[in-house]
């Protein structure tokens, strides 16, 4: 079985992310770049089916030339071998033009099933299983908590707020995952030694056979016009209670219009 896993590269979650103020985009180059982590869950999937049939797992990724990092933590989890996406022109890309190159790439690649994780911690759109799947022809799972595959048909758990769905569907097919469907593995030192020699094919939109005019942020469908940072936290209000106490409590809520 080849299965490809798509992976991205984000600004970590846990540190303040920013905008550049010259165009309204990501500021990735002073950002801590960290692998998107839906995206571990999807690799630690994947390397659970070949273990299981076999075959093969390789990375694909878009991004600038810091998106190795990325690919090399997936390689030294355990994939095979990866695909780097890098073209300048694809700076500011919508998820619209994303789904493009992805495609394009997926399309120079033999697959029985690509997996990605749900949603990436920076954009939080879960549109690309979607996208691809409508470009590619092929059938989506989208919100996995369970993944079995047997023989030419997918099986997964959708998870839902109240449960979840069983849903199937014949290979090819392309399926999303959540964090509750495993635990990722840690890389090994081992690993990480051999991912140093697993290979790295880089590719740019022209190579896809992509018009790079039509990728990038002067024809995205969708811009940021506008930003502005988080106020500065102000003094709080002391309410000295002088057996009015509740009076003056409810009425600066009432003030705030918070009740």
Not at 140 to 152: C, H
Not at 184 to 199: D, E, L, T
Not at 218 to 240: H, I, N, Y
């Amino acid at each position: 079985m080849n299965i490809v896993v798509l992976v991205k590269q984000v600004p970590d979650s846990g540190t303040e992310r920013k905008l550049d103020p010259a165009d309204n985009t990501v500021a990735r180059a002073t950002a801590d770049n960290v692998i998107n982590e839906m995206d571990e869950y999807a690799i630690e999937e994947a390397l659970t089916l070949r273990e299981a049939h076999g075959g093969e797992v390789t990375v694909l990724t878009v991004g600038p030339d810091t998106a190795k990092d990325a690919i090399r933590k997936a390689l030294s989890m355990g994939a095979d071998k990866a695909v780097h996406v890098s073209d300048p022109a694809m700076h500011g890309a919508c998820a619209p033009q994303t789904s493009a190159v992805i495609a394009a790439a997926l399309g120079q690649l033999e697959y029985d099933l690509v997996l990605c994780g749900a949603e990436s911690t920076d954009g939080q759109v879960s549109v690309m299983p979607a996208l691809l799947a409508e470009r590619l022809g092929i059938p989506q799972l989208s919100g996995a908590r369970k993944l079995t595959v047997e023989g030419s048909t997918a099986r997964i758990e959708r998870q839902t707020d109240g449960g979840y769905w069983e849903l199937e569907a014949a290979l090819p097919a392309i399926v999303s995952t959540w964090d509750t469907i495993n635990e990722p593995r840690y890389p090994s030192f081992k690993g990480i030694m051999a991912a140093k020699k697993k290979p790295v094919e880089v590719r740019t939109l022209a190579e896809l056979g992509l018009d790079p005019s039509t990728i990038g942020l002067g024809t995205a469908t969708s811009q940021v016009l506008d930003f502005a940072g988080r106020p500065p936290k102000g003094e709080g209000v002391k309410v000295p209670d002088e057996g009015d106490g509740a009076d003056k409590l409810v009425g600066y809520l009432v003030a705030q219009k918070i009740v």
